[in-house]
């Protein structure tokens, strides 16, 4: 079967399963993963029910999709992501924002742990992305083309929504949130960074580093999805400052941004039109 027709089998099954009408997607990557609790869930499904879908490896990543109600609207929420060091393929990995992009999804809020490379950036803190760059060894675009997936050449030059970010930061500011605003570097992994390497990918413009969001951003942005994004600064690739990290570290700091993410998140969800 080709991509086209499984990511078709995919929709239709989620269909079957659930009939609202949805147009808000939420990626609910580490350091939001229990924003999925406060969402009034309607319908749960097993990404291991859905025909095609792949499998979460990662700890702390369920595999769930949810659909439910947050914020007064409707929204779909991925409870864990795929990522290209797990052994997927790019074409997997992005596997889910064709399928979200199919279910009528028009707005994708995405979420991440990453490290910080700023100095002005402290572990715990919130990072709204508005930028990225990637540095992943091949792109989700690359292969045969179907012009059923947008533009072969998407743009990028709004990859996120500067009226997304907008709104972020004004509602950050108004209840004196620490927030900062930056360009998320995505790289294979699964390894964390050198010192030199963190030192490199400041140097390139990057606040911040991490293994994901990237792949998602540039397929839905070739498919007229419009992306929010925002990071948990779970760890710090700043000379002086640079230790040594486990997953546990990185979930208790995640937990900590955590608070500030999902507030963001809700409150966008229910501005949006």
Do not use: W
């Not at 992005?94 to 028009?106: E, Q, S």
């Not at 964390?192 to 994901?212: C, F, I, N, Q, R």
């Amino acid at each position: 079967m080709d991509y086209p027709n499984q990511i078709s089998e995919a929709t239709s099954f989620i269909q079957s399963q659930y009939s609202g009408e949805i147009s808000i997607a939420i990626i609910l990557g580490t350091g939001l993963g229990h924003l999925g609790d406060q969402i009034n869930v309607e319908k749960e499904i097993d990404y291991a029910d859905i025909p095609n879908f792949p499998l979460s490896t990662v700890e702390s990543h369920s595999g769930k999709l949810i659909f439910g109600e947050l914020s007064g609207k409707k929204v779909m929420a991925m409870k864990g992501r795929f990522h290209y060091y797990e052994g997927y393929s790019m074409q997997e990995v992005t596997f889910p924002i064709r399928v979200m992009h199919k279910l009528g999804i028009r707005t994708l809020l995405v979420s991440n742990a990453s490290g910080g490379l700023n100095p002005a950036q402290e572990v715990g803190d919130v990072m709204i992305i508005r930028d990225q760059i990637d540095l992943f060894p091949e792109s989700p675009l690359r292969g045969k083309h179907f012009e059923e997936f947008g533009p072969r050449f998407p743009d990028m030059s709004d990859a996120y929504s500067a009226d997304l970010l907008s709104k972020g930061l004004g509602f950050a500011k108004a209840n004196n949130f620490r927030v900062h605003t930056g360009v998320y570097v995505g790289v294979q992994g699964p390894n964390l960074e050198t010192p030199a390497e963190y030192k490199y990918l400041h140097g390139l413009g990057a606040d911040a580093v991490g293994m994901s969001t990237v792949p998602e951003v540039i397929v839905a942005r070739q498919m007229g999805i419009e992306v929010f994004g925002i990071s948990a600064i779970t760890d710090l690739g700043v000379e002086g400052k640079i230790q040594p990290v486990t997953i546990v570290d990185v979930l208790a700091a995640a937990a900590k941004a955590e608070p500030v993410m999902a507030a963001i998140i809700k409150e966008l969800v229910r501005q949006i039109d």
